[in-house]
Nanobody
């Protein structure tokens, strides 16, 4: 049984930092492209960042580029998202997802139909 569990969310002031974690089990972690998505109230879910199997390739949404860093530890089957210089507009539920797509390109990074396994999300709230 595959499990994807996010943690690390919380309430932080604007300008602060948070580190999200996503632990997986039941899948061969390094066979999957991993991604972070988020959904703010009243808005559609959007892609935040994704990372290739070895971590050698990463992509970011323009809105978080330079502030967020995605990484993975294949030995621990865990995905991370280091978020810095947080803004109120970063407030959202953050989801981790695993994709079995055979290749990763900037144009496919946020293609939700490729992501087979999803977590339940962790809430990030940034106060102004």
């Amino acid at each position: 049984q595959v499990q994807v569990v996010e943690s690390g969310g919380g309430l932080v002031q604007a300008g602060g930092s948070l580190r999200l974690s996503c632990r997986t089990s039941g899948l061969t972690f390094d066979n999957y492209i991993m991604g972070w998505f988020r959904q703010a109230p009243g808005k559609e879910r959007e892609g935040v960042s994704c990372i290739s199997w070895s971590g050698g390739s990463t992509y970011y949404a323009d809105s978080v580029k330079g502030r967020f860093t995605i990484s993975r530890d294949n030995d621990k089957h865990t995905l991370y998202l280091q978020m810095s210089s947080l803004k109120p507009e970063d407030t959202a539920m953050y989801y981790c997802a695993a994709s079995a797509a055979p290749a990763l390109y900037s144009t496919t990074c946020f293609q939700e139909r490729d992501y087979k396994y999803w977590g339940q999300g962790t809430q990030v709230t940034v106060s102004s």
